[in-house]
């Protein structure tokens, strides 16, 4: 095990339409996708993608979705432990404009106790905030075992304030931010004041706001993609996490800063493509972004 990821697993399906019908009404969507979904599982294909396979704790049904995923995942190599529920959880989304509608239909409802599992030789942990129980379990479990621990902050929930004593890498939405009631700079201080030694608040179209501990805050503005080439932006920030965890695994003398260049070069490749699948970059991918938009940005080794 190089990298343990825990989530909830979700089937996306994207699709660009004019609007969605309402009463009785229909509609003809332009294109769809179906994929993986879910932030840390997502984030997983990533880093698989990018040729380091994770070990992947997240939620299975026996059902027809859940059986397409677990084809997804051994298409990709992606270690699988199932905690079992009734029902696979489902995502409907609409990217337009920059945006994206999401209606989902979850199942956390857990039929077992999460795994218990064997982190020997684990190098980083990716959680996000799904399976709390089990987030929490392992994030003391590599944290004691001095094993890189990481937060996807989409919201802010039950337990998160608890969780960030045992987080090294806390990077926050926007959301994060209106729920904690205070403005992105004051997170980093919160997150920081909390133990996390890399804190950063994801701004969208506006970039990354990032501090390192003992150090300054840094905006990291994302590359200039031209909006005709924007297609989906959903997923972008989970193909970020997954990016930025696969560079410490390739090469963790790097610098964060390095990192979080080389994740913002994959999510800009994610919203030029329509789905999670779609948007995987790869090692080639990723150096095209980065040659495209920043002469500057490091490539990879």
Request: net charge negative.
């Given at each position: ?71 997804m995942a051994a298409k990709y190599g992606v270690d699988l432990h199932l905690r079992k ?162 560079s410490y695994l390739n090469d963790s003398k790097r610098s964060w800063h390095e990192h979080f260049q080389f994740a913002k070069a994959a999510s800009g490749f ?32």
């Open positions: 095990m190089q990298a343990l990821f825990i989530g909830q697993t979700y089937i996306d399906v994207t699709f660009l339409a004019d609007h969605i019908p309402t009463g009785d009404e229909k509609a003809v969507a332009s294109e769809y996708a179906v994929s993986f979904g879910g932030n840390a599982v997502t984030a997983a294909f990533c880093c698989a993608k990018l040729a380091i396979k994770p070990d992947l704790l997240t939620t299975g049904a026996d059902d027809w979705l859940g059986r397409m995923f677990l084809d529920v009734k029902k696979s959880s489902l995502s409907f989304v609409m990217p337009h404009d920059g945006k994206r509608a999401i209606v989902r239909c979850r199942d956390d409802n857990y039929l077992h106790p999460f795994p218990l599992l064997d982190i020997t030789g684990c190098r980083a942990l990716h959680v996000d905030g799904h399976q709390p129980d089990a987030a929490m379990h392992y994030a003391q479990k590599c944290r004691n075992a001095g094993i890189l621990t990481s937060l996807d902050g989409g919201a802010v929930r039950a337990n998160t304030h608890d969780m960030l004593a045992f987080i090294d890498v806390a990077v926050v939405s926007e959301r994060f931010c209106e729920q904690m009631g205070l403005p992105p700079e004051a997170t980093l201080d919160y997150l920081q004041g909390r133990g996390c030694k890399i804190c950063a608040v994801t701004l969208g179209e506006k970039g990354l706001l990032w501090r390192e501990a003992g150090g300054h805050t840094q905006n990291e503005e994302p590359f200039d993609i031209p909006a005709a080439r924007i297609i989906d932006t959903s997923g972008a920030g989970d193909v970020f996490h997954g990016a930025y965890i696969f994610k919203i030029q493509h329509l789905g999670n699948e779609a948007g995987l970059p790869a090692l080639a991918d990723i150096a095209a972004v980065q040659s495209e938009f920043s002469e500057k940005a490091p490539a990879l080794a």
